[in-house]
């Protein structure tokens, strides 16, 4: 399977929602690696790695998060796959 890493900002109703621990969840049913976090503006960024097919779920379900979240816009940048992402956190 082909290894990909993504970055992911999703804009909306998506602090304050667990959307944070609902995409390390999701992430982990999955296997894919990375990191979360809120970001001042008061969207949501990801960095993912993984399998293709997997990260793409992951961004795919990232279009509408928890039930609580509010998703308005979702951005998606690809980067070079480096498979340094060990497990997949919440950062601040």
Known sequence: ?????????????????????????????????????NMRDGSVECLLEGERDKVEALIRWCHHGPSGARVEKVTTHREEYTGDLQGFSITY
């Open 1 to 37: 399977m082909e290894k990909v890493k993504a970055r992911v900002r999703i804009e909306g109703l998506v602090q304050g929602v667990n959307y944070r621990y609902a995409t390390r969840q999701k992430a982990q049913e999955l296997g894919v690696t990375g990191w979360v976090r």
